[in-house]
């Protein structure tokens, strides 16, 4: 049997979904888990989440992974169906702020590695702005979402979908204080494309 589209996924896990025969734990899912903004209990899981995984597409569709890190809440829910979160200088490239002018759609993925071992998938439409234009629309933006450096612009993203991401494989981490590098590490610059080779750590045993 063909079940009627869902509003939500591509027209091409769809078809994916009905060749497989997964249609119907497929609808389950959208119907279950899926929503079209930001529930109460959503929101409050970002407002503790340290990290965020990105994914832009420019307007060919060629990829681009990144990722994003600051203090809890750093990416800030405006309202169900909004949040925003600042870039920050960085090596100059831009190349998910680049990607999001050609094509605007945005990929989230939050994970809790902690404590709760459960991750959030938030998808939309993103719009870039200037500090100071987001700040005179919304003046509560925080001041410190990373002491001692001020945003260069900020990412709002319109909220079209947002859904669970289950905990089977997410690994369990222990925070830990950051601590220097070793004497032989190369320079972030030189890490993997300079004349001094990273070093090669050694995996316990039994860890393959």
């Known amino acids: 049997m063909t079940l009627p589209p869902s509003p939500f996924g591509s027209a091409g896990e769809h078809r994916l979904q009905q060749h497989l025969g997964s249609a119907g734990r497929a609808a389950r899912f959208y119907d ?17 989440q340290s990290m965020v995984f990105l994914a832009t597409a420019d307007s060919r569709g060629e990829c681009d992974a990144s990722f994003r890190a600051g203090p ?3 990416v800030h829910v405006l309202d169900e169906h909004t949040l925003v979160y600042p870039e920050f200088r960085g ?27 459960i991750g959030l998938h938030v998808n939309g439409v993103a719009r870039l702005h200037l500090d100071a234009e987001l700040r005179s629309a919304h003046p509560g933006l925080p001041l410190d979402t990373a002491p001692g450096r001020g945003p260069e612009m900020w990412v709002h993203l319109t909220v079209e979908e947002a859904y669970i ?9 222990v925070p830990a204080p950051r601590t220097g590098h070793p004497a032989d590490r190369p320079k972030d610059a030189e890490y993997f494309t300079g004349s001094r080779a990273a070093p090669v750590h050694q995996s316990a045993p039994g860890r393959h």
């Open 72 to 74: 809890p809440g750093f």
């Open 91 to 117: 090596n100059g490239v831009l190349a998910s702020a680049g990607n999001m002018t050609e094509n605007p759609h945005l990929g989230m993925l939050f994970i809790d590695f902690t404590h709760d071992h």
């Open 32 to 48: 279950q888990q899926v929503r079209s903004e930001l529930t109460a209990p959503m929101r409050e899981f970002i407002g503790r």
């Open 165 to 173: 991401h289950c905990s089977k494989y997410i690994p369990h981490l």
